[in-house]
């Protein structure tokens, strides 16, 4: 509780006019430039004051120059898994790329080829199919079901579903938008399944320092040395440290032939260097940012309660499984009988800008996605506004 007390979270910082996407996009979003931002997953916080501190050291010396990744990042990242994780990783796995969506696109084209088939659990985090599509990878969306404890895998249905195309499995976890924490006997089915089908698996974990207590994050290559042989672990400080916009994430991946593979496509994309500014960030953040981190991870539990507590009054015509992990809420609002289009506009009539649950895939068809990451007065107002809106 000391550590809650010694950073503020609960005062709004403008943040208009700083090429924010969650601000300065709302008119081309929205078509209202003044609706209360609940959307894009960046927190309305500062960033830890580690960070702060460090990145003003460092802009303090003016030359800006190209810039090496020390042997530092992938000690202090290797460090920042056990720790959090109890994940040991050797340094020499790790690889440094410029976010973790550059990183994806660099691991879909190194271990598949065009034509080949991905598959992707869905709803889920749109550039998680996207990015495959683009690339010209066929798609296999394995829908989750949907369980009394929230969305779960439906692995005697996927198993019908891939075909021997199938490459490679993107898996998020903890999962964003349902927010769950995937259990261990979870984990280890979908393994068996990847190792059944002989997939490779990118799974990214990029919300997995933000996880409630109650259910701790499993890396999925943290299982067995098999599993490890054929996952490719996507993680960044960006999300937990709010520190997106400095492009800076890295790849996890204990076989010496897919770090071969993978090393080989980064290098012919020249996206090997680091952002110095998020390198500087990364190493603040892992090796001073605990206190922060778990002054925030008891705030956002705060938010949620608030936000469960104020929308329970809607059910059962929105209802909500309180998320095990991240800052965002994922509304089942399909007892409003409303359709989307219909939904989006009530609630940005209402001043409000949630991301539409059609925008993580066909399956959220009657969802709305609420990032609670805000001081909690707005937050207040935000909810109040909603139940308004919703009632
Ligand atoms: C699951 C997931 N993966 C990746 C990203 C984006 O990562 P980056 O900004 O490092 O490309 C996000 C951002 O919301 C996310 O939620």
């Not at 394995?142 to 692995?155: I, K, S, V, W």
């Not at 993680?235 to 080989?264: C, M, Q, W």
């Not at 705030?299 to 929105?318: E, G, I, K």
């Amino acid at each position: 509780m000391g550590a809650a007390l010694s950073f503020d979270f609960d005062n709004p910082i403008d943040r208009s006019y700083t090429h924010s996407v969650k601000y300065d996009l709302r008119q081309a979003r929205f078509g209202r430039a003044e609706v209360l931002p609940l959307w894009v997953a960046d927190m309305d916080f500062a960033a830890p004051p580690c960070v702060e501190s460090a990145l003003a050291a460092r802009a303090a010396h003016p030359i800006y120059g190209y810039t090496v990744t020390p042997p530092a990042a992938a000690a202090a990242i290797a460090a920042w898994q056990q720790r959090r994780h109890g994940w040991a990783v050797a340094p020499e796995w790790v690889r440094v790329g410029p976010g973790l969506l550059p990183l994806l696109a660099v691991s879909i084209e190194a271990f598949s080829r065009p034509g080949e088939a991905v598959a992707v659990p869905t709803p889920v985090y749109n550039p998680l199919f996207e990015c495959p599509e683009r690339l010209g990878r066929r798609v296999i969306r394995l829908p989750l079901r949907l369980g009394p404890t929230g969305p779960e895998f439906d692995l005697d249905a996927w198993a019908e579903a891939l075909t021997p195309e199938t490459r490679l499995l993107i898996l998020c976890s903890p999962h964003n938008p349902c927010g769950r924490v995937w259990r261990h006997d979870e984990l280890e089915r979908l393994g068996a399944l990847c190792l059944r089908h002989d997939l490779l698996i990118v799974s990214d974990e990029i919300h997995a320092d933000l996880v409630y207590p109650g259910q701790p994050h499993l890396p999925l290559a943290s299982l067995s040395a098999e599993l490890a042989a054929r996952t490719v672990t996507l993680n960044s400080p960006g999300k937990t440290f709010n520190i997106a916009g400095l492009n800076t994430a890295y790849a996890i991946v204990p076989d010496p032939a897919l770090r071969e593979r993978l090393h080989a496509a980064l290098q012919a994309h020249y996206l090997e260097g680091p952002n110095l500014m998020g390198l500087t960030a990364l190493l603040a953040a892992y090796g001073e940012g605990e206190a922060w981190l778990a002054a925030l991870m008891a705030y956002l539990a705060d938010n949620l309660d608030l936000a469960l507590a104020t929308l329970a009054p809607l059910a059962p015509r929105v209802v909500c499984a309180r998320p095990q992990a991240t800052h965002l809420l994922w509304l089942d609002c399909r007892g409003l009988g409303l359709p989307d289009a219909q939904l989006h506009r009530r609630l940005i009539d209402a001043g409000l800008g949630l991301s539409p649950g059609t925008q993580f895939g066909p399956e959220g068809s009657g969802f709305m996605r609420l990032n609670f990451a805000l001081p909690r007065a707005r937050l207040r107002e935000a909810l109040d506004r909603l139940v308004a809106a919703l009632a």
